[in-house]
Structures are given as C-alpha cells and as structure tokens.
C-alpha cells in the first residue's frame, strides 16, 4: 500500500519562501511521475508542478519562475521550492505520485498541506 505524505506547509509573509517535501512510501518501484497541486477555498484543484522519473518538468503557468519542483528518485520523495510568495497562492498543497504500467495508472494522494500567505 502506497502512503503518501506531505510536510512544510506554514504561513509566511508575502514575497518568502517556503519549501515542501513529500515522500511515496510502501512500494519497491520508483514512482513514475510525482508533483504538487493545490486547491484554494472555493475553486478547483490546480496543476502546481510535476516531475517524472527521468526529471521532465511541467508548471503551471501562475508559479512559472517562482516554484522549483525536484526529485530524489531513490527516496520516491518530492520537494517544491516556493519563491516570491503572494496572498493568492494560499491553499491546501496535495502531492500526487503515479505509476504507469501499459494503458493504466495508479494515482496515490496525500492528504494535503496547508500554505498561508499573509500580505
């Protein structure tokens, strides 16, 4: 059974930083692509970043040049480092990790951490 868990969500002033980790524990295969999303109250969950196991990185266009997603593939853990914070990219961080095999996917979900930016 994969567990997936995040930490260092917190509060921090606008224009700090903040980095999260997460780690996808409970299975002997490297997790194919990991990343981040996010959920602000009363919108839809949003692409933050992902990363695969070969290092491809894909952001949303609103933390384009301020998040850096990385990855330790040995540990199957993933770390967001967040720059140049705003008011606006308060919400819940959930890590996602994925396996592929053939035409079907395995998603896991953490259960989520809290980002407070205050201005």
């Known amino acids: 059974q994969v567990r997936v868990v995040e930490s260092g969500g917190g509060l921090v002033q606008a224009g700090g930083s903040l980095t999260l980790s997460c780690l996808a524990s409970?299975?002997?295969?490297?997790?194919?692509?990991m990343g981040w999303y996010r959920q602000a109250p009363g919108k839809q969950r949003e692409l933050v970043a992902t990363?695969?196991?070969?290092?491809?990185?894909n952001y949303g266009d609103s933390v384009k040049g301020r998040f850096t997603i990385s990855r330790d593939n040995a540990k199957n853990t993933v770390y967001l480092q967040m720059s140049s914070l705003r008011p606006e990219d308060t919400a819940v961080y959930y890590c996602?990790?994925?396996?592929?095999?053939?035409?079907?996917?395995?998603?896991?979900w953490g259960q989520g951490t809290q980002v407070t930016v205050s201005s």
């Open positions: 996602n990790a994925y396996r592929a095999y053939g035409p079907k996917r395995d998603d896991y």
């Open positions: 409970g299975s002997i295969f490297v997790m194919n692509g």
């Open positions: 990363i695969t196991s070969g290092g491809t990185t």
